[in-house]
């Protein structure tokens, strides 16, 4: 599966204006429902559901990476989110240090197998050092979805 074919490069946001992790998942999701990728009126709900799978156990996997998701009822269709803060965020990642690109996926609940496929699509993509420092590098949302389009084209970027 390729990253484009979830991520919603309309909800890319190349500088977050949060500097907690809640608020970056707050900022992140109010980001989607603009690009009218979730469910009408489902904002608040999807944004609770995503914070208390956060609380349940920390998805900052480390190397500045964090990767919030949840299966949520309200969307039919899988869609990411894209956010990086060159202040660092603390996500009470593994490594315990800060992050500066957080990768946002909400999956259909129905879907388990999709949610799936994505989430190794996005780890696949973050095992590359190389792209992790593209991605802290960009400056611009079309950097950003730029990077995700070559990495989709060329998987050892």
Same mark, same amino acid.
């Given at each position: 599966?390729?990253?484009?074919?979830?991520?919603?490069?309309?909800?890319?946001?190349?500088?977050?204006?949060?500097?907690?992790?809640?608020?970056?998942?707050?900022?992140?999701?109010?980001?989607?429902?603009?690009?009218?990728?979730?469910?009408?009126?489902?904002?608040?709900?999807?944004?609770?559901?995503?914070?208390?799978?956060?609380?349940?156990?920390?998805?900052?996997?480390?190397?500045?990476?964090?990767?919030?998701?949840?299966?949520?009822?309200?969307?039919?269709?899988?869609?990411?989110?894209?956010?990086?803060?060159?202040?660092?965020?603390?996500? %009470?990642?593994?490594?315990?240090?800060?992050?500066?690109? &957080?990768?946002? #996926?909400?999956?259909? !609940? =129905? /879907?388990?197998?999709?949610?799936?496929?994505?989430?190794?699509?996005?780890?696949?993509?973050?095992?590359?050092?190389?792209?992790?420092? %593209?991605?802290?590098?960009?400056?611009?949302?079309?950097? &950003?979805?730029? #990077?995700?389009?070559? !990495? =989709? /084209?060329?998987?050892?970027?």
């Amino acid at each position: 599966m390729r990253l484009a074919d979830f991520v919603c490069f309309e909800a890319i946001i190349a500088e977050l204006k949060a500097a907690e992790r809640d608020g970056v998942i707050t900022e992140l999701i109010a980001q989607l429902d603009k690009a009218g990728r979730l469910g009408k009126g489902k904002r608040e709900e999807i944004t609770k559901a995503v914070i208390e799978r956060e609380n349940e156990a920390s998805t900052g996997m480390g190397k500045g990476i964090a990767i919030p998701h949840v299966k949520h009822p309200a969307v039919k269709n899988m869609v990411a989110a894209i956010g990086k803060s060159t202040r660092g965020v603390d996500f %009470f990642a593994l490594d315990k240090q800060s992050v500066y690109s &957080i990768i946002l #996926l909400v999956s259909p !609940a =129905d /879907e388990p197998d999709e949610h799936l496929h994505a989430m190794e699509s996005i780890f696949r993509h973050l095992q590359s050092q190389r792209f992790r420092k %593209f991605l802290r590098q960009s400056l611009t949302a079309e950097q &950003i979805k730029e #990077l995700i389009i070559e !990495a =989709d /084209e060329n998987p050892n970027l």
